[in-house]
T-cell receptor
Framework: GESVGLHLPTLSVQEGDNSIINCAYSNSASDYFIWYKQESGKGPQFIIDIRSNMDKRQGQRVTVLLNKTVKHLSLQIAATQPGDSAVYFCAENILYSGGGADGLTFGKGTHLIIQP | KAGVTQTPRYLIKTRGQQVTLSCSPISGHRSVSWYQQTPGQGLQFLFEYFSETQRNKGNFPGRFSGRQFSNSRSEMNVSTLELGDSALYLC??????????????FGPGTRLLVL
């Protein structure tokens, strides 16, 4: 999962297995969370988001789970494929009532490696 | 529809110099945000522009500045470069400001190396 420091944690999974990437966020006031995927040489790519009034949200092959009690976010990827190999970042934000927001606060990232 | 484009893709400068990076948002997008990505600090928010106005600013020194033009294209400038400014600078655009309302789309970044 996410951690503070210079080195990205790594998660290695077999192709076809499910992957679970974890993230502990810091600000209890955060009410909007996003998962991004960043492939080598590219910018982050939006995967899925969730607001704090939800516990779970599903997309195509991905599910995000939010546990506000322990400030924990997870990304589940079903049937992991070689193309899923990338660094995954969680990001948190506070949405103001007016719809505006400061920039995202990103976690350090987890490097997902797919074993054939 | 073309994605977010950033120029240049790679840049080498020396300490004390200044640099200007450019970002062209997706057509129709009016909000542009800038981020700095380094191995040590990860991704950090620099600033956000909408309608040629800076809406939000992250915790960076005044050497980092930006602007947005009437066509929504944005530039960021770093003056008096330091070694620690070496990073990947990412630009993200969305139709409107306000996360949760609009998804941000990132460009490929400009990799800056300060020697």
């Amino acid at each position: 999962g996410e951690s503070v420091g210079l080195h990205l944690p790594t998660l290695s999974v077999q192709e076809g297995d499910n992957s679970i990437i974890n993230c502990a966020y810091s600000n209890s006031a955060s009410d909007y969370f996003i998962w991004y995927k960043q492939e080598s040489g590219k910018g982050p790519q939006f995967i899925i988001d969730i607001r704090s009034n939800m516990d779970k949200r599903q997309g195509q092959r991905v599910t995000v789970l939010l546990n506000k009690t322990v400030k924990h976010l997870s990304l589940q990827i079903a049937a992991t494929q070689p193309g899923d190999s990338a660094v995954y970042f969680c990001a948190e934000n506070i949405l103001y009532s007016g719809g505006g927001a400061d920039g995202l606060t990103f976690g350090k990232g987890t490097h997902l490696i797919i074993q054939p | 529809k073309a994605g977010v484009t950033q120029t240049p893709r790679y840049l080498i400068k020396t300490r004390g110099q200044q640099v200007t990076l450019s970002c062209s948002p997706i057509s129709g997008h009016r909000s542009v945000s800038w981020y700095q990505q380094t191995p040590g600090q990860g991704l950090q928010f620099l600033f956000e522009y909408f309608s040629e106005t800076q809406r939000n600013k992250g915790n960076f020194p005044g050497r980092f500045s930006g602007r947005q033009f009437s066509n929504s294209r944005s530039e960021m400038n770093v003056s008096t470069l330091e070694l620690g400014d070496s990073a990947l600078y990412l630009c993200a655009s969305s139709r409107l400001p306000g996360l949760g309302v609009e998804t941000q789309y990132f460009g490929p970044g400009t990799r800056l190396l300060v020697l």
